[in-house]
């Protein structure tokens, strides 16, 4: 085999797959976590926030596709997204409580940028003593008195 035909047979392959590439772009779903907090019923940014992107398929079933964390003020990005519909489940942990959210479902269509938001809500509290008499207000049983 000539030099040439070397050159020819690992280049070539590498060139169609950008080429392909670049014609079947991907998209992105960015958005907003927040969440109410269970004690002063605030909204906040939900920092930390672990966000999976899942697709709903066309028989409607769903599928969990991939995860990213949310940044300091909640945001977040999810790249190389096909086409489809789709939707974002949130969950987050923090201190005693578990909240969890979902978004709209939405439609990513040819390379296109979806923004969206979810919202999350207290689904559990993991409950001890201390949450029990920080709720009624009596923090000086949590102290061990």
């Given at each position: 085999?000539?030099?040439?035909?070397?050159?020819?047979?690992?280049?070539?392959?590498?060139?169609?797959?950008?080429?392909?590439?670049?014609?079947?772009?991907?998209?992105?779903?960015?958005?907003?976590?927040?969440?109410?907090?269970?004690?002063?019923?605030?909204?906040?940014?939900?920092?930390?926030?672990?966000?999976?992107?899942?697709?709903?398929?066309?028989?409607?079933?769903?599928?969990?596709?991939?995860?990213?964390?949310?940044?300091?003020?909640?945001?977040?990005?999810?790249?190389?997204?096909?086409?489809?519909?789709?939707?974002?489940?949130?969950?987050?942990?923090?201190?005693?409580?578990?909240?969890?959210?979902?978004?709209?479902?939405?439609?990513?269509?040819?390379?296109?940028?979806?923004?969206?938001?979810?919202?999350?809500?207290?689904?559990?509290?993991?409950y001890s003593a201390a949450t029990a008499n920080l709720k009624?207000?009596?923090?000086?049983?949590?102290?061990?008195?």
């Amino acid at each position: 085999m000539t030099q040439k035909t070397r050159i020819l047979t690992y280049l070539l392959p590498a060139v169609c797959c950008i080429l392909l590439a670049a014609c079947n772009p991907k998209g992105e779903i960015s958005g907003t976590a927040t969440y109410t907090d269970y004690y002063d019923g605030c909204t906040y940014p939900a920092a930390g926030a672990t966000l999976h992107k899942v697709s709903i398929l066309p028989n409607g079933t769903e599928r969990n596709v991939s995860s990213v964390m949310a940044g300091s003020d909640g945001t977040f990005h999810f790249e190389y997204v096909e086409d489809g519909d789709w939707y974002i489940k949130a969950t987050l942990n923090k201190e005693d409580v578990i909240y969890e959210g979902r978004s709209e479902s939405f439609s990513v269509d040819k390379g296109s940028h979806a923004r969206t938001s979810c919202h999350m809500t207290q689904s559990k509290l993991v409950y001890s003593a201390a949450t029990a008499n920080l709720k009624s207000g009596d923090a000086s049983k949590t102290a061990g008195n």
